[in-house]
T-cell receptor
Framework: DVKVTQSSRYLVKRTGEKVFLECVQDMDHENMFWYRQDPGLGLRLIYFSYDVKMKEKGDIPEGYSVSREKKERFSLILESASTNQTSMYLC????????????FGPGTRLTVT | DQQVKQNSPSLSVQEGRISILNCDYTNSMFDYFLWYKKYPAEGPTFLISISSIKDKNEDGRFTVFLNKSAKHLSLHIVPSQPGDSAVYFCAASLHRGSTLGRLYFGRGTQLTVWP
């Protein structure tokens, strides 16, 4: 079974803080993704990575950066957290190949006050 | 611009009846379509998928239909059960290009199955 874990289920941070969200997968997947989910807006792609040290912007990268130093780990960084970044953050991974399924972690509910 | 659209934010169905969730897309280059189910406070879980070369795929109570000419797909759940109550996301993927494997998600439909 593929397992994707996220460092925290719930996180509360103050405006202006630097925030790190960590994601680890144990299936040697090449591709990893960060999404945020907001009511009525569905899943929106922030960044993704198809290899170590490689990254691509998704649809809403502003205010975020990412780091992929090891194949199994993909970090999302909020350089200076703002209240409009309060959201559910979801990490996913998938193998390169014919199958397109992405496997999701449990999510991190981030609240910025 | 939303390339995958789920125009019904919610659907309510009685237990035992059929649930039909709809999804439309705009990009004719999409070649693979997926449905995910999401419970509150959990990550989405993969449910069923279909390749663009097929028009139907079935897995137990779940069937996905694809109408390429209409750029439309639907998920049928028969019979519906209370445990099916969740948000359902439609997603599509492009095989080619630098965004290989990236999924484009709809906004989701909240399904409620009542006894």
């Amino acid at each position: 079974d593929v397992k994707v874990t996220q460092s925290s289920r719930y996180l509360v941070k103050r405006t202006g803080e630097k925030v790190f969200l960590e994601c680890v997968q144990d299936m040697d997947h090449e591709n990893m993704f960060w999404y945020r989910q907001d009511p009525g807006l569905g899943l929106r792609l922030i960044y993704f990575s198809y290899d170590v040290k490689m990254k691509e912007k998704g649809d809403i990268p502003e205010g975020y950066s990412v780091s992929r130093e090891k194949k199994e780990r993909f970090s999302l960084i909020l350089e200076s957290a703002s209240t409009n970044q309060t959201s559910m953050y979801l990490c996913a991974s998938r193998a390169t190949g014919v199958a397109y399924e992405q496997y999701f972690g449990p999510g991190t509910r981030l609240t910025v006050t | 611009d939303q390339q995958v659209k789920q125009n019904s934010p919610s659907l309510s169905v009685q237990e035992g009846r059929i649930s039909i969730l709809n999804c439309d897309y705009t990009n004719s280059m999409f070649d693979y379509f997926l449905w995910y189910k999401k419970y509150p406070a959990e990550g989405p879980t993969f449910l069923i998928s279909i390749s663009s070369i097929k028009d139907k795929n079935e897995d137990g109570r779940f069937t996905v239909f694809l109408n390429k000419s209409a750029k439309h797909l639907s998920l049928h759940i028969v019979p519906s059960q209370p445990g099916d109550s969740a948000v359902y996301f439609c997603a599509a993927s492009l095989h080619r290009g630098s965004t290989l494997g990236r999924l484009y998600f709809g906004r989701g439909t909240q399904l409620t199955v009542w006894p």
